[in-house]
């Protein structure tokens, strides 16, 4: 068995936008975990949901993630999730990266949300095989109660599940396109290269 040499963390989400949370969750892992870097990589959408109204199109994702993201050397974009089928298992993405970079350890970052999800998601044993899971509290979820479920999902898929220490964030893309629907102030939730391209480019006015 290789030994692996090398840790990146995956940040995987919507990102639409990508917002403040995100981008904590991001550098946390990175500084808590003493990773080589971030990935984050933003997940395709179907045809058949693109270009819905009051949304942002996968290109405008990608490049809000770009912005988001480009003064920090740790952090990378990835688009291996976005492609023309537009659908993609997190599980398969994982072991496409495994089987191309043996020599590297993955973490998948995630926020509480989504480990109370994680059990309806596709092959959560595959995902659990192919990297740790970093969790970041959301939602004010009380510390036990997120404790006893990433105890219950580490016994039933034998996977890794390691707390982040984050604050609560109370932000989510949701409330942000509301405000910007309804002209409410967003700054400071994201960053100011992405609010300037949300209006430039009249994103979520819809
Ligand atoms: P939406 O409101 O559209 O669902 P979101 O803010 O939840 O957007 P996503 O792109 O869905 O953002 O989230 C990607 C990942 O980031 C998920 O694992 C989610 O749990 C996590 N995440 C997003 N915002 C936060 C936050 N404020 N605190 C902790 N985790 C978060
Ligand atoms: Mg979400």
Redesign the pocket.
Known sequence: MSKATKKIGI??????PI?M??LI?GEKAYEQLELDKVLFMPCGNPPHKRNRKGRATDEQRAEMVRLAIEDNPHFELSLIEMHEEGYTYTYRTLEQLNKANPDTEYYFI?????LYDFDTWCRPDRICKAASLLV???NAVPEESLKEQMLYLEEKYKGNFIQLHTPN???????LRDWIRQGKSVRYYLVDEVYTYIREEGIYRA
């Open positions: 940040m995987g989400g919507t990102f639409d917002h949370g995100h969750l995630i926020g509480a949300d989504s970041a509290t959301r964030l109370e932000i989510s893309s949701q409330t």
